[in-house]
């Protein structure tokens, strides 16, 4: 177990963007095998890398993994380490990049219900109604749809 993760973590930064994208599909199983709270600690410097990743596909799979991570993360763990992530997610330039992040926020509410969602959620969609530019500041009316 202790080989498997720096061999994954040399894979998500593959130069080729399909190893990167396979990598994501393959992280629900790797969890299980070594743990979510041992992946995630190891995986949180290389998820803000792919998170500005040049190619697109590579950003909307980080998308469905942060999901996850947040659903097994404490509250804290998420505000710190998360709520960035996200929120460069949902400001992607990419259409798909922002509908799958604000996919994300549908998951991560029906898992952490509506206290939670009010508390860590809410305050970041509505954080992109200031936003510059029109399509980051129409993620807060999807972001409110999904939540």
Same mark, same amino acid.
């Given at each position: 177990? %202790?080989?498997?993760?720096?061999? *994954?973590?040399?894979?998500?930064?593959?130069?080729?963007?399909?190893?990167?994208?396979?990598?994501?599909?393959? =992280? %629900?199983?790797?969890? #299980?095998?070594?743990?979510?709270?041992?992946?995630?600690?190891? &995986?949180?410097?290389?998820?803000?890398?792919?998170?500005?990743? #040049? /190619?697109?596909?590579?950003?909307?799979?980080?998308?469905? *993994?942060?999901?996850?991570?947040? #659903?097994?993360?404490?509250?804290?763990? *998420?505000?710190?380490? &998360?709520?960035?992530?996200?929120?460069? =997610?949902?400001?992607?330039?990419?259409?798909?990049?922002? %509908?799958?992040?604000?996919?994300? &926020?549908?998951?991560?509410?029906?898992?952490?219900?509506?206290?939670?969602?009010?508390?860590? =959620? =809410?305050?970041?969609?509505?954080?992109?109604?200031?936003?510059? /530019?029109?399509? /980051?500041?129409?993620?807060?009316?999807?972001?409110?749809?999904?939540?």
């Amino acid at each position: 177990n %202790d080989h498997l993760v720096p061999v *994954f973590l040399t894979l998500l930064r593959d130069e080729n963007s399909e190893v990167r994208v396979a990598c994501f599909s393959a =992280l %629900d199983e790797l969890s #299980k095998v070594v743990g979510l709270d041992v992946l995630s600690q190891s &995986l949180f410097p290389t998820l803000n890398e792919l998170v500005g990743d #040049k /190619n697109f596909r590579v950003r909307v799979s980080a998308c469905d *993994f942060v999901a996850a991570l947040a #659903k097994a993360l404490p509250d804290a763990d *998420f505000t710190t380490r &998360l709520s960035k992530v996200i929120t460069e =997610l949902i400001n992607d330039k990419v259409f798909a990049v922002r %509908d799958a992040a604000i996919s994300s &926020l549908r998951t991560l509410a029906e898992s952490k219900g509506s206290p939670w969602t009010e508390r860590n =959620l =809410l305050p970041l969609v509505l954080g992109q109604q200031s936003q510059m /530019n029109y399509l /980051n500041r129409m993620s807060t009316l999807f972001g409110l749809t999904v939540i």
